[in-house]
């Protein structure tokens, strides 16, 4: 019913315990499955995919944030349900989901509540948290409706969840809505103070431009282009998440 895809870097000798820990909780909770080294394979997804026509409804990303984004494509596709146990850093989708680091999160598992959530899509690149993109001049334009420039640079983010560790709910946006929330913030002068001007959009589907190619990170990994295209694949992912998610 399971299949754990342990990433490359979790093979490293510091995670040795954290591991054994994590394989002997599973044996306990009775929730033992096949397991996948992303090492042997220089792409997963077609093991992933063979799993899950073999009978696999949960695939298990055991990693951070850069794990869960090699093995999301398969994930989808297929079907399967996504789940995680956070090892290493960065991990604020798992934190974001309510799924506590390492051991804790085999009890997570056991639970298995499941929520639907939309994912987002970038030049069509795949996207579960955001993609934040550099300060600089940038155009949005809502599918020919209107446009918005901001007048000074400004960072933006696009967000399904949150680009960042988030500090709160506030900082999260709904991943359930079908839409996709355009963050831009800009520096306000105020007489001799300055000032964080926020300016939050959101919607389905939207390009943001720029004069020159820039890089942006889509959960993390790099996309280069001066044209961005946005869109909501949505209720798309099945994901077990913890009953203190942040949604």
Known sequence: MYCYVYDDFVQEK????ELA????RITDLGLQGKTIRLALFRNADETIRDEVKRGIKTVVAVGNDATVHKVLNAVIDSGAVLALIPVGEPTVLAHILGVPHGVK????????????????????RRFITGVAFP???????????????PMVKGNIEVRNLSVKEPRSREDISDP???????????????GFRKKLGVTKLPLPAF?????????????????EDDEFHFSVERNVMQVVVGRERMF
């Open 21 to 24: 820990a994590i394989e002997n």
């Open 14 to 17: 510091k995670y040795e315990r």
């Open 207 to 223: 390009d943001i431009t720029y004069k020159k190619r820039v890089k942006a990170r889509a959960d993390g990994a790099e996309v």
């Open 105 to 124: 999160a085999c009890d997570v598992l056991s639970q298995r509540i499941i929520e639907k959530m939309d994912a987002g899509m970038v030049n069509h």
């Open 176 to 190: 359930t809505d079908g839409k996709l929330e355009i963050v831009i913030e800009t520096e306000i002068r105020k």
């Open 135 to 149: 300060s600089a001049n940038a155009q949005v334009d809502v599918k020919g409706k209107y446009q918005v420039m």
